[in-house]
């Protein structure tokens, strides 16, 4: 069994390096996606267009507006004087942000009461409204714990009063909050998602199409020789592929990197066979090359970036979110990558997570194994 | 030359109609994968994980805890000791983790009390974020204590405390629905990559089953073949974008259409067609399908990203903002957005449709060009 096995693995490996553009881009895109990503995109949402509508015109709302203009989210490109005029600058895509500040702001503010400004977000983007207005709560936050210290100065000497709660931030895991030491780390998971499986994805049904496959039927290996001979180059080839940016994310990068490398390969073997597992299965249940390469895209390679929780915490979504994230090969790696990267080894090695990573690449393969048939019709 | 375009055509048609599994697949692109990926992880801070270590047990304590709500934060556990919340922070299952100490309530009263914050900053942008509307909170929570306090001091002139309060509309989504933005997205990038799978893979077959060399010799010239490669395309995934416009974004989601249809439908064809007209150009370039993918995502993914509809255009430097330019993409989804969602005429979206279809006719050009030097 061995033996057949290894045959199918060395034509498989021959076909692979007889076609070195193939090979060669199977290297050489994700690494280009991997070092764009790191080095020449911004992930950060930066430099909002932020527009303003100062009717008070008063040192208070001079100095409020500064706080946008010495911000890096925010980047104020008009002052207006309508609110017609802000809505056709949001409505143009001129200005994300428009500020309204009301004509007594300052009076209101010096005579120790509140005041309400008017903050216009589009809302188109969502996620970006969403940032945005967390951007204006930081910047008011900070002019209101302004006014609060300048408040107390002025009136708390009287009573003694101090001020009430001090937060203490401990930032774990990131210290410097650098988005290199997620996005790298993150983008590792997701290459390895997609180049992987689409590989595999053709390797049976490119047989089919070009009717090499009834050599497979009639020779003496059996179906589980000949989804092990196949899996075991692309295993390989993804495997090289990761440890190609393992090295390129600690050397180019200098990402941050606190658990076991050890615990980080056997993570990246198991995952390496699970999506060649999905590609092969997907290989196995299509009949041309184009529809394997379009189910590889629709199943695999569109949801890693939405799902795998690269940006924002799994435990936070929404219950249909959680499940699809829990069907998906990379958000186990994902947590895998995260821990020895930036956790340290006792989150990386967390049992469940291998059991999960486990249970999806012996889940493929069988599915694969059932689907598989030596026969005609 | 009429007829011998029609004769293509219909073949490139029956050819692409035939293929039962591959036309269910693509069904599925404009159905299942907009459902799927709608309901993508948000990158908003949504029901964050918050853990919490409550050593006071205090009224005040309580009150401060509860502020760590929706839609913001959500409180997935109470520690009972520092082994739990540090586990709850290393497998992921809490993001920030809030220590009350137990002096708090005294402390609250009459000086200075001290809240611990631990924030997870491996997702650092989200973590920025959090760490924001923590500030807000703690603010906000001191402003009331110093008015009770206030309140309760006597014989001193009573005056208000001076704070500026946000009150904020969002324009085009007042609720921020993400599915609203997500599912239209979809519809947009399946659009994109399924143009360029299908006309790519019309060529490249050609190639791999030889039959390359029938047309080669055939009266057809280059510039029809390549037009009879892409009418299908251009005639079916349109009216799929449409459909699924129509059917899953307006339909299921309930996203209100502002604009007109009949705009978004005639871009989409100049879009098609530009996408279509790249895959070809690279199907040219390729000898086989699998070739022909990896160059394929070696474009469409900076394209996608750049596109803006993962970062804003104005985030990026002005190397790429220029290198986003060129992408028919990034025309596309600003003109999606601005006619559907805002409800904006051509007068609004005139320079992405001329983008469009300048890049669209230098691409198809580009890509005849290529396979003339191929016939000779």
């Known amino acids: ?377 | 030359m009429i007829a011998r375009l029609r004769a293509m055509v219909r073949k490139e048609f029956s050819q692409l109609l035939r293929d039962v599994p591959m036309l269910l697949i693509l069904a599925w692109a404009f159905t299942g994968a907009v459902y799927v990926n709608s309901q993508r992880m948000s990158s908003e801070l949504q029901n964050y994980p918050v853990v919490v270590l409550d050593l006071a047990g205090s009224p005040s304590s309580r009150e401060l805890v509860a502020r760590f709500r929706a839609p913001y934060f959500k409180v997935v556990g109470y520690a009972a000791g520092d082994d739990e919340l540090v586990r709850m922070l290393d497998t992921g299952a809490a993001s920030l983790a809030i220590v009350v100490p137990p002096d708090f309530e005294r402390r609250a009263r009459d000086s200075t009390a001290r809240l611990q914050v631990i924030s997870d900053g491996s997702q650092s942008m989200i973590a920025t974020i959090a760490g924001a509307h923590v500030a807000s909170i703690a603010n906000g929570y001191s402003v009331e204590l110093l008015e009770r306090r206030w309140a309760g001091a006597v014989g001193l002139r009573r005056t208000g405390i001076p704070q500026v309060e946000t009150r904020t509309r969002v324009e085009y989504n007042p609720n921020l629905v993400n599915t609203w933005f997500s599912a239209l997205l979809e519809v947009l990038n399946q659009t994109t990559m399924a143009t360029m799978l299908l006309s790519a893979a019309a060529m490249v077959r050609e190639r791999e089953y030889g039959t390359i060399e029938h047309l080669l010799v055939s009266p057809l010239r280059p510039v029809e073949l390549l037009a009879a490669k892409i009418v299908p395309v251009v005639t079916l995934v349109p009216l799929a974008a449409l459909a699924s416009v129509l059917v899953m974004v307006h339909g299921l989601f309930g996203t209100p259409i502002r604009g007109s249809l009949v705009l978004f439908y005639a871009v989409t064809v100049v879009h098609v067609f530009a996408m279509a007209s790249l895959g070809l150009g690279i199907a040219v370039l390729a000898r086989n399908l699998g070739q022909a993918i990896m160059m394929l995502l070696l474009i469409l993914y900076p394209m996608q990203i750049l596109s803006g509809a993962f970062t804003p255009p104005e985030s990026q430097g002005a190397f790429m903002r220029t290198v986003g330019q060129l992408s028919p993409l990034r025309h596309y989804v600003d003109f999606g957005y601005q006619v559907l969602f805002k409800g904006n005429g051509l007068a609004y979206v005139w320079q992405d449709v001329a983008g469009i279809l300048a890049l669209g006719l230098a691409l198809f050009t580009l890509s005849v060009r290529r396979f003339a030097r191929l016939v000779r």
């Open chain 1, 1 to 377: 069994m061995g033996r057949r096995i290894l045959a199918i693995a060395r034509k498989e490996a021959r076909q692979l390096l007889r076609d070195p553009v193939y090979l060669g881009l199977a290297f050489v895109v994700p690494l280009m996606l991997l070092v764009l990503l790191g080095y020449q995109l911004s992930l950060d949402v930066k430099g909002l267009l932020v527009a303003v509508v100062d009717r008070d015109r008063s040192p208070w709302s001079r100095q409020y507006v500064d706080g946008f203009v010495h911000s890096d989210y925010f980047r104020l490109v008009a002052r207006l004087d309508t609110e017609a005029e802000a809505r056709e600058w949001i409505r143009t895509g001129r200005a994300r942000v428009v500020i309204d500040i009301p004509p007594d702001f300052g009076r209101r503010l010096s005579a120790n009461e509140r005041v309400a400004i008017g903050i216009t977000v589009d809302g188109s983007f969502p996620s970006r409204g969403e940032i945005a207005l967390g951007y204006v709560e930081t910047v008011s936050t900070l002019y209101n714990q302004a006014l609060l210290r300048a408040w107390l100065a002025e009136h708390g000497r009287r009573t003694l009063q101090v001020w009430p709660v001090e937060t203490d931030v401990v930032i774990w895991y990131n210290p410097t909050l650098e988005s290199k030491n997620f996005i790298v780390p993150g983008m590792l998971v997701i290459v390895l998602m997609i180049f992987p499986p689409l590989l595999s994805a053709l390797l049976i049904v490119r047989e089919r199409e070009s009717g090499t496959i009834f050599n497979l039927y009639c020779s003496p290996a059996r179906r589980w020789d000949i989804l092990a001979g196949k899996a075991l180059p692309y295993v390989a080839v993804s495997f090289l592929d990761y440890l190609a940016i393992f090295a390129i994310s600690l050397g180019l990068f200098q990402v941050r990197f606190v658990g076991s490398a050890w615990v980080l390969s056997a993570g990246a073997l198991l995952y390496s066979m699970a999506t060649v597992g999905l590609g092969l299965l997907i290989s196995v249940l299509t009949r041309t090359q184009l529809a394997a390469v379009m189910a590889t895209f629709l199943v695999a390679v569109a949801p890693a970036f939405a799902f795998s929780g690269i940006f924002t915490p799994i435990a936070g979504q929404t219950l249909a979110g959680r499940i699809i994230g829990r069907l998906m090969p990379a958000t186990y790696f994902m947590e895998i990558v995260r821990g020895s990267y930036l956790k340290g080894p006792e989150a990386a090695a967390y049992g469940p997570t291998f059991a999960g990573l486990a249970t999806y690449a012996v889940a493929v393969y069988a599915l694969a194994w059932l689907a598989l048939r030596k026969r005609v019709g």
